[in-house]
């Protein structure tokens, strides 16, 4: 449940953040705003699966799975969609967490 809570925290402060920096964007920031992704959580013991975040950016993806942003849209670009990349940052022994292109 801790970690739920900071993938949360994590999500506001980049969302504010892109918000606030919405003006400055960057080419290669901008590149990102047109793949949406979803991160799934799937319960290893039970077999649940849960969507946690839907229809994100891959950069706010990035940031709540502790993964670099040119790394994953690299990863994402080069993927059909339903395929999934593991989310490192959400991932514990008991759950899997996967980043799916939309």
Do not use: Y
């Not at 990102?32 to 975040?53: M, Q, R």
């Not at 950069?59 to 849209?73: G, M, N, Q, R």
């Amino acid at each position: 449940m801790r970690r739920l809570a900071k993938a949360v925290a994590a999500l506001s402060l980049v969302a504010a953040a892109s918000i606030g920096g919405a003006a400055m964007a960057s080419p290669a920031a901008a590149s990102t705003h047109n793949t949406l992704v979803d991160i799934t959580i799937h319960d290893v013991l039970n077999g649940n699966e849960i969507v946690l975040l839907q229809d994100i950016d891959a950069a706010v993806a990035a940031a709540v799975c502790s993964l670099d942003v040119s790394v994953l849209t690299d990863i994402i670009s080069a993927q059909e969609n339903g395929d999934k990349t593991e989310c490192t940052g959400l991932a514990t022994l008991l759950q899997e967490a996967w980043i799916v292109k939309k």
